[in-house]
T-cell receptor, first 114, second 114 residues
Framework: DSGVTQTPKHLITATGQRVTLRCSPR?????VYWYQQSLDQGLQFLIQ???????AKGNILERFSAQQFPDLHSELNLSSLELGDSALYFC?????????????FGPGTRLTVL | QKEVEQDPGPLSVPEGAIVSLNCTYS??????FMWYRQYSRKGPELLMY????GNKEDGRFTAQVDKSSKYISLFIRDSQPSDSATYLC??????????????FGKGTLLTVNP
């Protein structure tokens, strides 16, 4: 158990809908990262927050947004969902925001868009 | 050309074999190199990370980096059935400020047969 929690574990929804994925980092970790994992694209970095502020952006679609709250938990919002958004979404956390700071991954949320 | 290339396998070996997993990359700006292990339906966990070219050993695992050839390897000695998992290489570049983004290979599925 990495100490990172994600809810829900599974989510099934329809195209055009909006969902929110939630992540609680390990105690003491200030950085939160979101990743998308699909069979064809592998694990793709989406976005990073550090102590409430956005720090880095990867291949995140404009339909997706995230935020980190004062208690350091983070939410990833996915809107106008398409079939291609079906994937595993992982949250990771680390103490710092630089160097080879070890990222601890949560168990993931499996999103299925029908 | 993808930034990070990794043979997806699958790779099947008998228990006790030496396993060699490899990745090549094209971006010479990568500074940190990591190997993650991902069991089915779990999040990735960090196995090894290295900064410079050369070897790093941890128990049965050895990570090797050759920056001149843009090639990294993970060796597993005396492989065990419990090593059966997907192995992902990951590399980081410096993003904005002091932030490092991880770019992952697609992963190699390894099965160690008893």
């Amino acid at each position: 158990d990495s100490g990172v929690t994600q809810t829900p574990k599974h989510l099934i929804t329809a195209t055009g809908q909006r969902v929110t994925l939630r992540c609680s980092p390990r105690s003491g970790d200030l950085s939160v990262y979101w990743y998308q994992q699909s069979l064809d694209q592998g694990l793709q970095f989406l976005i990073q927050y550090y102590n409430g502020e956005e720090r880095a952006k990867g291949n995140i679609l404009e339909r997706f947004s995230a935020q980190q709250f004062p208690d350091l938990h983070s939410e990833l919002n996915l809107s106008s969902l398409e079939l291609g958004d079906s994937a595993l979404y992982f949250c990771a956390s680390s103490v710092h925001s630089g160097g080879a700071s070890e990222q601890f991954f949560g168990p993931g949320t499996r999103l299925t868009v029908l | 050309q993808k930034e990070v290339e990794q043979d997806p396998g699958p790779l099947s070996v008998p228990e006790g074999a030496i396993v060699s997993l490899n990745c090549t990359y094209s971006n010479s700006a990568f500074q940190y190199f990591m190997w993650y292990r991902q069991y089915s339906r779990k999040g990735p966990e960090l196995l090894m990370y290295t900064y410079s070219s050369g070897n790093k050993e941890d128990g049965r695992f050895t990570a090797q980096v050759d920056k001149s050839s843009k090639y990294i390897s993970l060796f597993i000695r005396d492989s065990q059935p419990s090593d059966s998992a997907t192995y992902l290489c990951a590399m980081s570049v410096r993003g904005g400020g002091s932030n490092y983004k991880l770019t992952f290979g697609k992963g190699t599925l390894l099965t160690v047969n008893p």
